[in-house]
């Protein structure tokens, strides 16, 4: 069921937000040669605790989940997509990472990623951070009253594509509000006039992921949780929660 917010919850929504921004701002200045991913979720962890926030990363448990997840972030560096656990590792230079990440206040939840180059960045990784992060950018602007989610959609898959990129058809973006996941779910790629049409109140996390191989399969790692392309290709994910609103998309996860 998708729920419809009202305004007053719209303007509720925005402090979880800016804690995700935080956070996101604050891992991605750590996130230099030498650091621990765990180091990482550490930071996120005293931000989420100074703000009087909850994380609804941890424990989480999906259905496809074999155990609950441990963290407040998702750290997924190079051939990794999404849902990494920040372990011990320890970045290096030419790293890729995309980091993900959660807030609740006072009951709303917020979702957003970015990926980062650790160090000196690759060229094709800063075309791949670049396309996937116009992707977003493209499928938020397709995000107003009367359109549709395929019209989002589409707009997400046809510049991932376009760059010959690779697009799992599994995991995309969705509604949030008091849950992190909600209806309707949001496919990084489909067709324009399809599906259900949007409205005012309506809050979705838009989040394309691209697999730089050009291949869409991937696989889950033994800890079956990180989600790897199949090709061993790195991946870029860039995501944010965003209201649908008469005047036009409002980003809830901006600074
Ligand atoms: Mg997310
Ligand atoms: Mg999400």
Known sequence: ????????????????????????????????PGTRLSELDEVARAILREAGATSPFLHYRPSFAPTPFPATICTSVN??????????????????????CGAVVDGWASDAAITVAVGTPRP?????????????????????????????SHAIGSIGRAAGYGISADFGGHGVGRHMHEDPSVPNE??????????????????????????DAYYTANDGWTLLTADGSRAAHFEHTIAVTHDGPRILTQP
């Not at 419809?4 to 719209?10: G, H, N, R, S």
């Open 124 to 152: 094709e990784d800063q075309r791949l951070m670049d396309t996937t992060r116009r992707a977003l950018e493209a499928g938020i602007a397709a995000a107003v009253v009367g359109a549709r989610i395929g019209d989002i």
């Open 190 to 215: 489909g067709r324009p006039g399809r599906g259900f049409v949007l409205r005012h109140g309506l809050v979705l996390a838009l989040e394309p992921m691209f697999l730089s191989g050009g291949g």
């Open 1 to 32: 069921m998708v729920e419809i917010k009202t305004d007053t919850a719209l303007d509720a929504m925005r402090p979880a937000g800016r804690v995700v921004a935080d956070i996101l701002a604050a891992t991605r200045a750590a996130a230099t």
């Open 79 to 100: 051939d990794a997509i999404v849902h990494g656990i920040p372990s011990s590792y320890r970045l290096r230079d030419g790293d890729l990472l995309s980091i993900d």
